[in-house]
């Protein structure tokens, strides 16, 4: 089953990747952001998971958020 890409306003993509790239922020922030970009590419839980290191349903429950 292919999840829908997740929609952001304008901006979010380049303000998360900002945040992905970053140095000086958290690991746990850089993280859900980049689970929130692959989500945005159009990206399965299953494949976010794999790529983030984290389970599917943490993925899925940052779709929701």
Do not use: C, F, Y
């Not at 997740?6 to 990747?17: F, V």
């Not at 970009?37 to 943490?58: C, D, E, F, M």
């Amino acid at each position: 089953m292919r999840t829908a890409p997740l929609q952001l306003r304008d901006g979010d993509d380049e303000r998360l990747a900002a945040i992905v790239r970053s140095s000086t922020v958290k690991a746990g922030l850089a993280r859900r952001a980049r689970m929130v970009l692959l989500a945005h590419q159009g990206q399965s839980n299953a494949a976010i998971a794999r790529t983030v290191g984290v389970s599917r349903p943490t993925v899925i429950s940052w779709r929701v958020r």
